[in-house]
Structures are given as C-alpha cells and as structure tokens.
C-alpha cells in the first residue's frame, strides 16, 4: 500500500510540474523612464522565452547610490558616459564579452566617437545620444539668432525658460562665456553664476519636465531642453518649432549599457544589447526614444522626418561644438554651491 501510495504521489507531483513548465529567466533592466520601446521588449521575451522587468531612475546620482548599495540586482543598467567610468573604477561593472555582440561590431557609427567618453567600449555600448540646447518657437523669434546670448533679450521677458538643473544650466552660462561646462575654476564659475542670476530675471521658471509642452502650446517662445524632448514636439509641429545648438557651444551626453558585477543573467544581457544594435531593432527604437542611437545602418532605415529632424541627427558639423559633460568628483560641490546661490537670488 505503501508503494503504491508513493507512485501516486511522484506521479502528481510530475503532473504538477509539467504543467507549469520550466521557469523563465528574468532579465532586469534599470534605466531612464520611457526609455525602450514597449515593443522590441515583448520581441525579445518571446525569441528568447524570458521576462524583462524594468525599474527607472531620474538621475545618475540616484541610480549610483541604490547600485552602490547593493540593494538590488540589475542585469544591464543604463548610465550615462561620466557615471560609467565612476562605475568601472568602483568595480561596480564587468567588462563585455565582445564576441556576443556582433551587432555592435557591425553597426556602430564612428561618426559620434568624439562625444563618447569610453570609445573603447571595454565596459559599455553606447545607446543613445543626447544635446541640450534651446528649443524655440520658429512663428515667435522672427529673424533673431537663437543662442544663450538670447535669453538676455527683454523681449522674451516671461515666455522662456532654463533648466532645472545645475550642470546644465551653469554650463550655458560657462559656454556663454567661452568656458569649459567642466571647468573647475572658481573665478570662472562666479562669473557664469553672474549670468545666470541675470537670465533668470527674464525667465519664467526653471523647468525639466513642462518646458516642450510650452513650447509646444506657444505658452514660451524659448526654452533650454533636451533634444529628445524637443525633438518629439518638433515631429508634432515642425513648421512652427525648432532646435537651436549654440553657437557659443552645448553639452551633449551619451547613456550607455553596462552590465553590473552583482548581475544574474550575463549571456541574456548580452543578447539584449546585441539585439538592439540589430538595425531594424534599432531604427526602430530611435523613432520611440527621439534620440540618435549610434547604429549606421540604423540611421540609413529612418523615415525622413527623423532622419531631417536636426534634434535627432544634428549636422555633422556640429558636433565639434559640443562637449560632453564629465563627472567632477569633489568639485561638483562647487557647482552645488553656485546653484545655491542662483536659486536664493531675487
């Protein structure tokens, strides 16, 4: 009885196991909110009979501090370019097995290696390329030349804005003055402080998440912004809005994808990064994000609205204008401090 007790029970308890079937691995991503194309994620769990879960953060300060904890274990995270070589000095990222990333081999634009802090891509894949410039109504400006020489015009007293941020924002007043957005000098960091002071007495409000659909509504006639943000209401209405990168020069960023120490599903990772710099993979994710990724073949598939939308593919020329931001270890609070003093200034 006994025996037969037991058959019954192994029995069962291989029913029970072929009908839930084998686990799925789950990949973890933490990146940027909206930030992949909801699409290409169901794509992938299918061809590759896994789940993708994805937490965001708003800033690489947060996203550092909750890795550096070790409160969480993420498969490829998405930093950007100064954060990456923090990571790597930390041992907080492993190095990338290049020989499952085909794609990246093969598709990757040389094109934008000069706005590339790691070029080497020993720990990282760029994935998406980023300027801060001015957005601006083309039906509001009439013949002035847009550039952070503008917002010192009384004219658009009230209907502009900056950034909400201090890298940012003191960088255009450092650019303005022909400075470095890096710089650590002390003199020349008071004298961007002095500029922005008096910008923003012609600003309406300092703003990082409101300052396209103003644009967008014609509540601001200018505004500092991303380009991928930008680049979005300029889709919507091209006749009327545009981007301006500064003559006096702009910051650019590039978010990569590293894969952490502490991650669980390395060869899934890997599988991830090269399907995304798969062309198709790519154009498409470009059309979702309104950010360049620096996949050549990607680029060539564009339809021609994102491919002559200078937001997404500035000019080439352009390029040599812009500088990427850097981290700045202790002398970051020297920019803190700056921020301070611009934002307690009537």
């Given at each position: ?36 194309d ?15 879960k994805?937490?965001t ?121 022909g ?35 103003g ?11 991303y ?9 919507e ?24 120490k ?85």
């Amino acid at each position: 009885m006994k025996h037969i007790l037991s058959f019954a029970a192994l029995t069962f308890a291989l029913v029970a196991l072929t009908g839930c079937g084998a686990r799925k691995p789950t990949l973890h991503l933490y990146t940027w909110s909206d930030y992949i194309d909801p699409e290409l994620v169901s794509t992938f769990e299918k061809a590759n009979s896994c789940r993708i879960k994805i937490d965001t953060f708003d800033s690489n300060e947060t996203m550092y501090a909750k890795v550096l904890a070790g409160s969480s274990r993420y498969d490829i995270i998405f930093p950007s370019s100064y954060q990456v070589r923090l990571m790597a000095q930390r041992d907080m990222i492993q190095p990338l097995d290049k020989s499952k990333l085909p794609n990246v081999a093969a598709h990757f634009s040389q094109t934008y290696r000069s706005v590339i802090l790691n070029p080497e891509m020993t720990y990282n894949v760029p994935y998406a390329i980023t300027f801060t410039g001015i957005a601006y109504r083309k039906d509001k400006v009439g013949k002035t030349e847009v550039s952070w020489a503008t917002f010192d015009d009384p004219t658009f007293k009230g209907r502009s804005s900056l950034l909400n941020d201090f890298r940012e924002t003191i960088g255009a007043g450092l650019k303005f003055l022909g400075y470095s957005l890096n710089t650590t000098n002390a003199i020349e960091l008071q004298k961007a402080c002095d500029v922005v002071i008096r910008w923003k007495k012609n600003i309406a409000k300092f703003d990082n998440e409101q300052y396209k659909t103003g644009i967008a509504s014609g509540e601001f006639v200018m505004g500092q912004g991303y380009s991928g943000d930008v680049a979005q209401v300029m889709l919507e209405d091209p006749a009327n809005i545009g981007f301006a990168f500064p003559k006096e020069g702009f910051s650019a960023a590039c978010d990569e994808m590293v894969i952490p120490k502490s991650a669980q599903e390395v060869a899934l990772a890997h599988a991830f990064i090269n399907f995304m710099y798969d062309p198709v993979n790519a154009a498409k994710n470009i059309q979702y994000i309104c950010a360049i990724m620096p996949n050549t073949d990607a680029i060539a598939k564009l339809p021609e609205k994102y491919r002559n939308n200078p937001a997404i593919i500035p000019p080439i020329d352009i390029l040599t204008k812009a500088e990427v931001l850097r981290d700045l270890g202790a002398a970051n609070a020297l920019y803190s401090k700056i921020w301070d003093t611009i934002k307690a200034t009537e």
